[in-house]
């Protein structure tokens, strides 16, 4: 008859070591930097080299200025794409294109960048009343074709609704397990504090994204204005790129409350497609 062997006492299991060497040549979540310095740090950590990426609202093409040519498949668009511009030869800029209807078949892309007009103020039936005049204009020629939107939501629920049927479309066309990097910033509108951030992030999710990272950039300048009567608000000296992953389970931040107090899913994880 076979002996039985004793049991394995656990204090005699072997100890578990981490690998990797200690480091601090690291991607970090905050930086005092240019829109130009942080991205290409959004994308070695988050995007794979050789993915195929569409940036949907190029503008003057700033985000890819430090990026390395040839590391990246880049489809650029915008729905009023800025002309005379020297871009590199891994570029293809599209203009008409706008990005809440995109030419791209579903799960397409491995990676969408996302960075809409977010001033409330860009918004306007009238041509007249665009922001972005005088001190400001760089910002309107950066972000803005100067024409007027003369359908939609009006003031800041103008800019929840661009962002959200841009989301929308880039859920759309991504791959499962696809990134889209949204570029946002807190805004003050009518006299009342609007998180834009927080609410794009409660936005995706609901649509079945993942918020997988978050950056904040802080301008290398101070902020101005140009006439103040009574300052009610912190003057915005930040904004963010967010990171979201196209999920075929969706992970939510989002805390419910119920009758019996704050209610999460275990992890954060809701087994729901």
């Known amino acids: 008859m076979k002996e039985r062997q004793p049991e ?3 204090n005699s299991r072997k100890k578990r070591v981490a690998g990797g060497v200690p480091s601090t040549d690291l991607v970090f979540s905050v ?3 240019d829109n130009s310095d942080v991205f290409p740090r959004v994308l070695s950590l988050h995007v794979p080299k050789r993915s195929l990426v569409a940036d949907v609202t190029f503008g003057k093409g700033v985000f890819w200025k430090k990026v390395p040519p040839d590391e990246y498949v880049v489809l650029a668009s915008d729905i009023s794409a800025k002309k005379h511009l020297k871009l590199p030869k891994f570029i293809t800029l599209t203009s008409g294109i706008d990005c809440r209807e995109l030419p791209y078949s579903d799960e397409y892309l491995d990676c969408l960048v996302l960075d809409p007009p977010y001033m409330e103020g860009l918004y306007r039936a009238n041509k007249d009343h665009l922001a972005g005049d005088g001190t400001h204009s760089t910002f309107r020629h950066s972000y ?3 024409m007027a939107t003369s359908t939609g939501p009006k003031w800041h629920e103008a800019v929840v609704d661009m962002y959200m049927k841009a989301g929308r479309e880039a859920y759309r066309v991504l791959r499962k397990g696809g990134i889209c990097i949204v570029k946002c910033q807190d805004e003050v509108s009518a006299n009342k504090q609007r998180l834009t951030h927080v609410e794009i992030i409660t936005g995706y999710e609901s649509l079945g994204f993942y918020t997988k990272d978050l950056f904040v950039v802080v301008r290398q300048n101070k902020a101005g204005v140009s ?3 009574k300052q009610e608000h912190a003057r915005k000296m930040h904004s963010y790129f967010l990171v979201f992953q196209k999920r075929q389970v969706k992970v939510s931040s989002i805390v419910s409350l119920g009758q019996e107090g704050a209610k999460v899913c275990p992890l954060g994880i809701d087994q729901k497609e």
């Open 227 to 229: 006439r103040l009567i």
């Open 8 to 10: 394995r006492n656990r």
């Open 31 to 33: 930086y005092v930097a």
């Open 144 to 146: 803005s074709n100067g």
